[in-house]
């Protein structure tokens, strides 16, 4: 199925959306590829972010870990990430997902190492790019989308 998404224009896609009645089906504009082009399909696998006080960086690292081998291959990783102060999504997170198969990610937030996700040929979509690392500056839950 996956790869019959990925074949279908966008906007045909959307278009048949509305005549069907939902007319909230997209991203919002401000979340775009990393690179122009880019196409993702498949199944969602939610995850929620939220700020942290003080995070200790071992410990948060080990949840970041944890929630990133949750993630089922075939699926896309949507980060909804409540902050707009750090990236979300770099190359340790984008090496663990795509060993595992995952389709890739969409973040309603940052990411940080491009050239090397790029090169990577990983799916991303984000609201923008920045160095910070949230290691320091977040922690996550999950919760599965159904």
Same mark, same amino acid.
Not at 84 to 95: I, R
Not at 98 to 126: M, T, Y
């Given at each position: ?9 966008? +906007? +045909?896609? +959307? ?12 991203? /919002? *504009? ?12 498949? /199944? ?5 972010? &939220? /700020? ?19 993630? /089922? ?31 890739? !990610? ?16 990983? *799916? ?6 920045? *160095?910070?690392?949230?290691?320091? &500056? ?6 599965? !989308? &159904?």
């Amino acid at each position: 199925m996956k790869v019959r998404f990925e074949a279908i224009y966008t +906007a +045909a896609l +959307a278009d048949a959306l509305d005549a069907r009645g939902y007319h909230d089906q997209t991203l /919002p *504009p401000a979340i775009r590829p990393l690179a122009p082009g880019l196409r993702l399909a498949g /199944p969602a696998y939610t995850v929620q972010g &939220r /700020p942290a006080e003080a995070a200790e960086y071992d410990e948060t690292l080990r949840k970041v870990l944890r929630m990133l081998g949750e993630v /089922p291959g075939g699926h896309v990783a949507i980060y909804a990430c409540t902050h707009d102060v750090s990236a979300h999504l770099g190359e340790l997170s984008v090496t663990s997902l795509k060993a595992r198969s995952v389709a890739g !990610c969409v973040l309603d937030g940052g990411c940080r190492d491009v050239r090397f996700i790029l090169d990577e040929g990983f *799916p991303v979509f984000s609201r923008f790019v920045t *160095p910070e690392d949230s290691t320091w &500056r977040g922690s996550w839950k999950q919760r599965r !989308c &159904r």
